[in-house]
């Protein structure tokens, strides 16, 4: 069974940083494609950042310079540096991994990262 836990959420006042985790079983993640995505309360699903199976990266408008997406095939585990934070980068973020143009394609359960003096 593919299992994809995310943790390292929680509250942080504006101008902090969290670090999220990404843990996978089931799957060997070198082969995937791992993003991170989050949804605000009430709004869509955006996506966060990406990072390849080669290792190339990409990321939201709103989250450029300030998070940093990477990957540890060996740790089979994905992360998601958070610097800068602010109000509006609350939301549940979501681990994904995809593989084929998304014909394999896997979700955790979110974990809550809210920002608030």
């Known amino acids: 069974q593919v299992q994809l836990v995310e943790s390292g959420g929680g509250l942080v006042q504006p101008g902090g940083s969290l670090r999220l985790s990404c843990a996978a079983s089931?799957?060997?993640?070198?082969?995937?494609?791992m993003a991170w995505y989050r949804q605000p309360a009430g709004k869509q699903r955006e996506l966060v950042a990406v990072?390849?199976?080669?290792?190339?990266?990409n990321y939201g408008d709103s989250v450029k310079g300030r998070f940093t997406i990477s990957r540890d095939n060996a740790k089979n585990a994905a992360y998601l540096q958070m610097n800068s934070l602010k109000p509006e980068d609350t939301a549940v973020y979501l681990c994904n991994a995809a593989f084929q143009g998304y014909y394999y394609n896997y979700w955790g359960q979110g974990t809550q990262v809210t920002v608030s003096s």
């Open positions: 990072i390849g199976s080669g290792g190339i990266t």
């Open positions: 089931g799957i060997m993640i070198r082969l995937y494609d």
